[in-house]
């Protein structure tokens, strides 16, 4: 069942973000998804983000959001996303696993966009937090990072062992600074590398050309 906005009516889950409870969370992931975007300069970067955000950050990127059953922002699109493959050279995922519910489809994408060495960042809910009563029926998602890191495995990426915790525990707070491993913050964020040669064998990919037009600002 899809989750319901206070109308009753039928409600994209990432509305969440936008409450009190969620935007505490994005907040407190702010400065880490910043560091995430800066980290490789000169090259381009795609920062997928859980809702429209109020002003463009400074450098050469593109970020998008979740709407319907694609993606909106400085394009309007879906998958696959019409960036060139070996293009990107970082890769934020901020609770946007993928319109549609099918993360694999999405880290496949984000392994054809990666340059080699190209990085990609993936912010999620912590299930074991106390603050997940606060996204409890909205429709959201939460796995634990090992989840995660066998489905970035498949997709032919290979994650870092250590996941940072982000976020409040449970008042609905900005909380600076990240902690070694999830513990019981609100969300984590754990890093993936697109290596030269993965180290589990995947499955060939279709080189995407850029359409005329469509590269990230």
């Known amino acids: 069942m899809p989750a319901t906005s206070p109308a009753g009516q039928p409600g994209n889950p990432s ?92 880290f496949e994408e984000c392994a054809r966009l990666l340059l080699p060495g190209g990085r990609l960042w993936l912010f999620a809910l912590n299930p074991l937090s106390p603050y997940c009563w606060r996204w409890r029926g909205r429709g959201l998602a939460a796995n634990e990072p090992l989840t995660w890191r066998r489905r970035l495995r498949r997709a032919g990426l290979e994650p870092e062992p250590v996941s940072q915790g982000v976020g409040p525990g449970w008042e609905v707070a900005v909380r600076t600074g990240q902690r070694s491993g999830p513990g019981l913050c609100a969300a984590y964020a754990l890093c993936a590398e697109r290596r030269v040669a993965p180290l589990t064998p995947v499955a060939p990919r279709t080189a995407l050309r850029m359409p005329q037009g469509a590269a990230p600002a």
């Open 15 to 106: 509305d969440w973000f936008a409450t009190p409870a969620g935007r505490a969370v994005v907040e407190s992931e702010a400065a880490l998804v910043r560091r995430a975007l800066d980290e490789q300069p000169g090259r381009q970067w795609l920062w997928l983000a859980p809702a429209a955000q109020p002003a463009e950050p400074a450098g050469r990127g593109l970020r998008l959001h979740p709407r319907g059953e694609g993606w909106d922002g400085g394009l309007r699109c879906a998958l696959p996303l019409p960036l060139a493959s070996e293009s990107i050279g970082t890769i934020v995922l901020q609770h946007a696993a993928a319109p549609g519910g099918d993360p694999a489809a999405l």
